[in-house]
């Protein structure tokens, strides 16, 4: 009954977004309630845990939003990301720009969220569309996919330590690491072709308008980036390279003291890897590419615009992590993981109950956590008890926590809101994109399981 409901609400909010033209914050509040209601859940206890999610997932990544527009307009008035297209096409070619901001987003998610990877790196793929004529809608999917494919295998992204952890395989996280690489390598390529299909789409047909554009009534003119005070490369990329940075040595800090007390490095390492810190010290760099004598007012200005950016894209993305947090305090998941674990299909039992946990409930990372929880007793009967085996099946788990990203997903939102996706678009374009990340990871880790246990 429950997954039947899920799925009407589904269809039902993409009608009312795509069709009745419904924003969809609006749109997202009203799928948690009725997903509440429909999952037993008393009206007053559904608002409680609407607001919740909606608190909950706007402190992680709400001030990151905010932060990372302000560098994105910056990068973009001042020129910086012209200099950083120009660099990158003359270190790579522009022969395959999907393929480029493809291997962009599969390093940097290594240790940076993919949420934050994606607002860091938008104002960069924009430049690259820009420059090479390739549509917004393809590069913006070739980058999603590309950090979608780190995020769900390689460690020290959460989700996967967590998974090993669980499956009794943390000792051996650099097994975990080599075999996640390949893996996400797979899908990432896979999400780089199906981008490529959109290579030459119409952006008008398929983007939603400027949204400073409609705040205000009337058509805005992009404001042509100032190039008489034209940046050096490396100062184009610090507003970039410092937070990526500094999200890595916390990362590592963190990885490094998790059974340990860290010390005075360490707990300063992960304090400036705060995504939020680490983007506050990027607007930081990015102010110093503002040039001339009224530089502080336009900066209040770009700090305004970008401001008035980010409001849509923070509400927007709120409302899902609410939609997601009123399915997890359903029953759903319990259900799905109850009758899937006893199916007795070796590596397909993690895929699927992952998979289904993922669609379900929108977090990959608790997919991840959950779905291994699940599985972990169930490895002899799978023949699933060795090392590798057990490496396997976290790679299982990773495949399914990516299959598929849609509504309740804040990643989708991020993704559709930054890159400006019509909501049947993104549906179409990025989430039909996990879908096959999803189905090719697990395609090569049957594969990897034939030749390996």
Not at 114 to 142: E, H, P, Q, W
Not at 304 to 315: F, H, K, Q, R, S
Not at 353 to 358: D, F, S
């Amino acid at each position: 009954m429950l997954i039947a409901s899920l799925i009407i609400v589904v269809i039902a909010l993409v009608f009312a977004t795509a069709k009745l033209r419904m924003h969809p914050f609006l749109a997202l509040l009203l799928a948690a309630f009725a997903m509440a209601l429909a999952g037993g859940i008393a009206p007053k206890e559904a608002i409680g845990l609407i607001n919740d999610g909606f608190g909950g997932t706007l402190g992680y990544i709400g001030i990151v939003i905010a932060l990372g527009t302000i560098i994105g307009v910056i990068l973009e008035r001042s020129g910086a990301a012209i200099v950083m297209a120009e660099a990158i096409i003359r270190l790579l070619s522009d022969r395959f720009p999907n393929f480029t901001v493809s291997l962009i987003g599969y390093i940097v998610s290594i240790p940076v969220f993919c949420d934050s990877g994606y607002v860091i790196l938008n104002s960069l793929k924009n430049a690259l569309a820009k420059k090479t004529g390739i549509s917004v809608v393809a590069m913006s999917v070739a980058l999603a996919t590309g950090l979608f494919a780190t995020h769900n295998f390689v460690p020290p992204t959460p989700g996967p330590i967590a998974a090993a952890a669980n499956l009794d395989i943390a000792d051996s996280l650099g097994l975990v690491i080599l075999v996640g690489l390949v893996v996400a390598a797979v899908t990432a390529v896979v999400g780089a072709l199906w981008a490529g299909r959109y290579s030459k789409a119409n952006d008008e047909e398929l983007l939603e308008p400027d949204p400073i554009s409609e705040a205000v009534g009337e058509e805005i003119e992009e404001p042509e980036p100032d190039m008489t005070h034209r940046p050096s490369t490396l100062a184009s990329f610090m507003p970039i390279i410092a937070p990526i940075a500094l999200i890595c040595l916390g990362s590592v800090a963190s990885l490094a003291t998790r059974d340990a007390a860290p010390g005075m490095l360490a707990s300063t390492l992960i304090f400036l890897g705060q995504p939020v810190v680490a983007l506050a010290i990027g607007v930081i760099a990015a102010f110093g590419l503002i040039k001339g004598a009224d530089r502080k007012d336009r900066f209040h200005q770009i700090t305004v615009d970008g401001i008035l950016l980010a409001a849509p894209i923070i509400l927007i993305t709120g409302a899902g992590g609410a939609f997601g947090n009123v399915l997890r305090a359903t029953p759903l998941g319990d259900q799905l993981g109850t009758a899937l674990a006893g199916l007795g299909l070796g590596l397909l039992v993690p895929f699927i109950i992952a998979a289904a946990l993922k669609s379900a409930q929108g977090s990959s990372t608790v997919a991840l956590v959950t779905a291994s929880t699940l599985v972990a007793p169930l490895l002899p009967d799978l023949g699933l008890d060795s090392d590798m085996g057990r490496v396997l099946a976290v790679m299982a788990v990773g495949a399914g926590a990516m299959t598929v990203s849609h509504a309740n997903d804040s990643f989708f939102w991020v993704v559709s809101q930054f890159s400006r996706m019509k909501v049947s678009t993104a549906y179409k374009a990025f989430t039909t994109a996990t879908l096959l990340q999803g189905i090719s990871a697990m395609v090569t880790i049957y594969l990897l399981g034939l030749i390996l246990v």
